[in-house]
């Protein structure tokens, strides 16, 4: 199969964000970012789509996507929006009360009273914006209720 080159040209300016991107982007632990960003920089350095596939330990698929998607977007583009955050204790308090859980509940093991999960989970994102799946929201619940 032919080796194909996609090179993105970088500025003095293209250059120093990229750096710093892919700086951030390891300080946080965000390593995925940080493997897209350094594709661009080996695009950058004339390496071959194969050839970066090769150094980053991934497909060469992946490496033209993380390309096409940097010529689309920017360094933008490798960052994704944080999937769920933890919960503060105040916050957990607050959705007991509202949501109408109760040890009671756990006792009887009735799971027919107060809100189910799911209900949790959107007033959740409704009112914090803090995205967090239902079987997450029934084991902080249970948790709490057990006393742990």
């Known amino acids: 199969m032919p080796r194909r080159c996609i090179f993105i040209q970088l500025d003095k300016s293209g250059i120093a964000s990229l750096q710093h991107f892919m700086s951030r982007m390891a300080g946080e632990g965000n390593y995925h970012a940080?493997?897209?960003?350094?594709a661009v920089w080996f695009s950058h350095e004339f390496?071959?789509?194969?050839?970066?596939?090769?150094?980053?330990?991934?497909?060469?698929?992946?490496?033209?996507?993380?390309?096409?998607?940097y010529?689309?977007?920017?360094?933008?583009?490798?960052?994704?929006p944080?999937?769920?955050?933890?919960?503060t204790a105040q916050q957990i308090?607050?959705?007991?009360?509202?949501?109408g859980w109760s040890t009671y509940?756990?006792?009887r093991r009735a799971s027919t009273e107060g809100w189910p999960?799911?209900?949790i989970a959107?007033?959740?994102?409704?009112?914090?914006?803090?995205?967090?799946?239902?079987e997450r929201i029934r084991q902080i619940v249970n948790k709490k209720l057990r006393g742990d």
């Open 93 to 99: 308090d607050e959705i007991m009360s509202v949501s």
């Open 122 to 134: 959107k007033w959740i994102k409704d009112n914090w914006k803090i995205n967090i799946s239902h």
């Open 47 to 69: 390496h071959t789509v194969e050839r970066i596939a090769e150094e980053l330990q991934t497909s060469s698929r992946s490496v033209y996507q993380w390309l096409k998607l």
């Open 82 to 87: 944080v999937r769920s955050r933890k919960l």
């Open 71 to 80: 010529k689309e977007k920017g360094l933008a583009g490798f960052t994704y």
């Open 105 to 107: 509940m756990i006792k």
């Open 34 to 38: 940080r493997k897209r960003a350094q």
């Open 117 to 119: 999960s799911r209900k």
